[in-house]
């Protein structure tokens, strides 16, 4: 079970890496005037995220949760998942961050993948993350209940970012 926690610190460390990227970026696009939309709806989903993780480890911990195939699938989901992540970023680079912000000349991305997929982060990124944490895991629970929660919350994100970029399109 001690290795399932370490593998999920290892990924937790680097979406920490990631939150410090997104945090320089919302700084900057502040400074240029961004405005931010769908703050309530940001926090929300963070308050889901984090307690998807808990209720996840807190799952594998009561399970006596041991590496196996399920979670070394899991792992492979979670690497697919932070691949798409750091693809996104590099594609949007100074513009990415978690919460939605639009600045004054906003540029839309308009590479391949966000053409193919609309919103990519949370298609390729967030939703197979949450799939891989629950199968690293083996937290069911987490999966059936949590999942379906985050959704929703996730729903209403799509909507709020697409309608703030209405304008720039």
């Known amino acids: 079970m ?4 370490v593998v999920f610190g290892a990924f937790f460390a680097v979406r920490l890496m990631t939150l410090a990227i ?12 961004a405005k931010q939309y769908g703050a309530k709806n940001s926090l929300l ?14 799952e594998a911990y009561l399970r006596g949760t041991a590496l196996d195939g399920t979670s070394y699938a899991g792992i492979g989901v979670m690497l697919f998942a932070y691949v798409m992540l750091f693809y996104v970023i590099y594609c949007l680079r100074d513009i990415w961050t978690v919460k939605v912000y639009i600045a004054p000349n906003h540029r839309i991305e308009r590479s391949l993948l966000f053409r193919v997929v609309r919103h990519p982060n949370y298609f390729l990124n967030i939703i197979p ?30 909507c ?10």
């Open 2 to 5: 001690f290795s399932i926690f």
């Open 22 to 33: 997104s945090i320089r970026n919302e700084k900057r696009l502040i400074s240029l005037g």
């Open 129 to 158: 993350e949450l799939i891989g944490v629950a199968l690293l895991c083996h937290s069911w629970y987490t999966l059936a209940i949590g999942l379906p929660i985050y959704c929703i919350i996730l729903a209403k994100r799509i």
């Open 160 to 169: 709020i970012e697409s309608e703030a970029m209405k304008a720039l399109w």
């Open 45 to 58: 989903l963070t308050l889901a995220h984090t307690a998807y993780y808990i209720a996840a480890l807190v």
